[in-house]
């Protein structure tokens, strides 16, 4: 991917009014990039970088599909879409990734995320769904079980190359860190995970078509009831894909049309990075207005004082 001029405008900026007063204010850096990654709009620096924490999750699933460990193991769109979830720890969330494991003969055991605070076991982590994929990778490729979440492994290492090779980056250019659930998780600029979530929408290989196909048909794995990224998929039927990171990192694609948008919240806010997304979405003409109004009211309304508003353009002033 060659490196292209440096894009800045101003941030949006995220107001929260109390009773009309500003209170606080967030900013937020938002970039649109077409499947050739070049910036086709922009909020603030569309190289302001970050982890891009739970928004790897599409493409981290993506071996599960290119390596074949998909169709041996007679798993589902459903469980792909739970794979590339940040999910809520539901009964049937849990019990899907359950399921993922014991197609490929594994036990929860050898989940390496953690078991959180006030529950049972590690499937009800929001990211099991990912981990049990990493891990039925390892089982088919015949791969160490262990260690899969070690940066050197043959999975990560898998990972890594794949989602370089479609920024055309060497792998070696990226900053690596731990997720709080242990898997690894990469620093990278904002144009960078717009051209990404462009390329997952393009429709340029059956693996990225199925993993689309996987998080529009099954919204409710990747978030849960009243989840932002189920809630947006499920109302757009399909012509959205969304997917959140933690410390205000939220990236979306616009199906079949080749185009990404991705967003941080330099606060790490995640009511600002909602804001700023319906924002983003209303003006591109992503969403319609009665699903921009429908989502906003979830969202945006905080209590009877309080209120979220917008100041900024997401544009190529």
């Known amino acids: 991917m060659p490196r292209p001029s440096r894009i800045s405008t101003a941030p949006l900026a995220v107001q929260l009014l109390r009773e009309g007063i500003v209170e606080s204010v967030h900013q937020v850096h938002a970039a649109v990039a077409d499947s050739r990654g070049r910036i086709l709009s922009v909020a603030g620096d569309a190289e302001h970088a970050s982890f891009i924490r739970s928004a790897l999750k599409p493409f981290q699933a993506m071996t599960v599909t290119a390596t074949g460990a998909l169709d041996a193991f007679n798993l589902t769109d459903k469980d792909l879409a739970v794979m590339c979830g940040s999910h809520q720890g539901l009964t049937a969330q849990a019990r899907q990734v359950f399921g993922i494991l014991w197609r490929a003969d594994l036990e929860p055991g050898c989940l390496q995320c953690p078991i959180p605070a006030g529950k049972q076991s590690p499937l009800e982590h929001n990211c099991s769904g ?16 262990s260690s899969y979440l070690q940066r050197n492994h043959p999975l990560q290492k898998e990972i890594l190359n794949r989602f370089s090779g479609l920024l055309e980056m060497p792998s070696d250019e990226f900053i690596c860190a731990h997720d709080d659930c242990g898997a690894p998780t990469y620093f990278m600029q904002l144009r960078q995970m717009a051209t990404l979530y462009a390329k997952l929408a393009s429709g340029e290989n059956l693996e990225m078509e199925r993993v689309v196909r996987a998080m529009t048909h099954h ?13 947006l998929m499920r109302l757009t039927q399909g012509e959205i894909l969304s997917k959140s990171g933690a410390e205000g990192i939220q990236c979306i694609s616009r199906v079949g049309d080749g ?11 995640r009511r600002a990075k909602y804001a700023a997304a319906l924002h983003a979405l209303r003006q591109l003409g992503w969403i319609s207005p ?9 969202y945006l309304n905080l209590s009877n004082y309080k209120r979220l508003d ?8």
């Open 219 to 231: 919204p409710e794995m990747v978030s849960g009831p009243q989840g932002f990224d189920t809630e």
């Open 290 to 298: 009665d699903i921009a109004d429908a989502l906003a009211e979830t």
């Open 130 to 145: 990912k981990h049990a994929g990493m891990l039925a990778v390892c089982k088919q490729q015949g791969w160490e079980l």
């Open 310 to 317: 917008m100041v900024g353009d997401i544009s190529l002033d």
């Open 259 to 269: 185009l990404g948008l991705a967003l941080k919240a330099v606060d790490g806010s």
